[in-house]
């Protein structure tokens, strides 16, 4: 008996860019329910990063969907509470991650193969793993200075030899990241920190990868097999052996010159609803990815904080603005005091006014700041319309 191949969904550009939005909290009604919570399990991965500028990365991507989220409720809805289970841990997915602690399960294929790992690039000195897992056995949570010591010297690179066993333990699974304190991470036994019905590794790699290949599609809405591995940090061939059997449905897309996968249920309803006007962070899951990006709204963004300042073009922390379901500018920002500055301003021609006003005005308020200030407009002759925007916005 010959089996006919399945039909595959046609999607226009526009149709693929709306699921996408919708799929990443940005069109319809946000759940204020579920709050910072459901954002985490919406989304599956939440990137961690040191830069601060009006927040961290992780307090941005809640504010980018809820608006005005409190930053301690942010931190709340990540992090271990006492005398209450989880809802979080940290791990390596797409990078530093916070991952809804349900998905603990999936990442026993990861923590297996650090397992097997035969190079390092730190020794591990002796005695030293065991003694690590036997003092927060007993004397519970612990930063890598409570331990024993962070690194040997400044460099950033030159762990202690009690860090290397911590983050070795983390990636082994036997320790988690239970919060972060002043931006350290508190170490704790799996054991106590993951819910004992989680806390196993009874996953074959297959299944794991199967499962996280159907929630990085369900999370993007749609999504090329590119797309769809980045999301978690999986390999090309990873995706190709489980594909078929995630649930995922083959489409193509106007324009995509690589085939696509779609999360069924997003392909069910047309995505209507109201748009977010929002600053994103460059390490939003919304952008992360820039040739995604690229694709999908015709928008080239890279983060130029590690790029030497004379090289910069729009900023060493430049933020797209989302409006209308497109990308249609830039902001770098910065705080001095209660003012909110727009260092540099980056507008796609002079429709983008309002959104770029609206979305600045927000951020401020979030931040408690009191008002915003303009330094610089790329396009010069519309600094005057958006000084005007601002001001209306602020009154």
Not at 7 to 16: I, K, M, N, S, V
Not at 76 to 81: L, N, T
Request: glycine residues 8%; proline residues 6%.
């Amino acid at each position: 008996m010959t089996t006919l191949p399945r039909p595959t969904t046609e999607l226009t550009a526009d149709e693929a860019r709306r699921i996408a939005l919708r799929a990443q909290g940005f069109l319809g009604a946000p759940d204020r329910r579920s709050g910072v919570r459901g954002v985490l399990r919406h989304l599956g991965a939440v990137q961690l990063d040191t830069i601060s500028v009006l927040a961290r990365s992780h307090e941005l991507i809640p504010y980018a969907r809820l608006g005005a989220v409190g930053r301690r409720t942010v931190e709340e809805a990540y992090w271990k509470q006492a005398n209450r289970p989880p809802h979080a841990f940290e791990y390596w997915s797409h990078a530093a991650c916070v991952l809804p602690i349900e998905e603990w399960p999936h990442f026993a294929f990861r923590r297996r193969a650090y397992r097997a790992r035969p190079h390092w690039g730190h020794e591990l000195p002796d005695g030293v793993y065991d003694q690590v897992i036997k003092q927060l056995r007993v004397e519970g949570p612990l930063t890598a200075t409570e331990l024993g010591g962070a690194k040997r010297t400044s460099e950033w690179w030159d762990w202690s030899g009690t860090k290397v066993a911590v983050e070795r333990a983390l990636m082994y699974g036997e320790v988690v990241c239970v919060e972060r304190r002043g931006w350290k991470r508190v170490y704790d036994l799996a054991e106590r920190a993951v819910p004992a019905e989680l806390l196993h590794d009874e996953l074959d790699d297959a299944e794991c990868l199967r499962r996280l290949v159907r929630l990085a599609g369900r999370s993007l809405g749609v999504g090329t097999r590119a797309d769809i591995a980045d999301y978690h940090r999986l390999k090309g061939e990873q995706v190709d052996a489980v594909i078929d059997g995630s649930g995922l449905v083959p489409v193509t897309v106007e324009g995509w010159s690589k085939p696509a996968w779609a999360d069924p249920a997003a392909l069910a309803t047309p995505p209507r609803g109201r748009h977010r006007t929002t600053l994103l962070s460059p390490f939003d899951s919304l952008v992360w990815e820039r040739a995604r990006t690229e694709r999908i709204f015709g928008f080239t963004h890279r983060l130029e904080a590690y790029v030497p300042k004379p090289k910069r073009v729009h900023g060493y922390f430049a933020m797209p603005v989302l409006a209308g379901g497109r990308l249609v500018g830039r902001v770098d920002p910065a705080r001095e005091g209660r003012t909110l500055v727009a260092k540099q301003v980056t507008l796609d021609g002079r429709r983008a006014v309002p959104a770029v006003a609206q979305a600045l005005v927000e951020a401020a308020g979030w931040v408690d700041c009191t008002d915003v200030r303009v330094e610089r407009v790329d396009a010069p002759e519309l600094r005057e319309a958006l000084t005007l925007e601002l001001a209306r916005a602020l009154a």
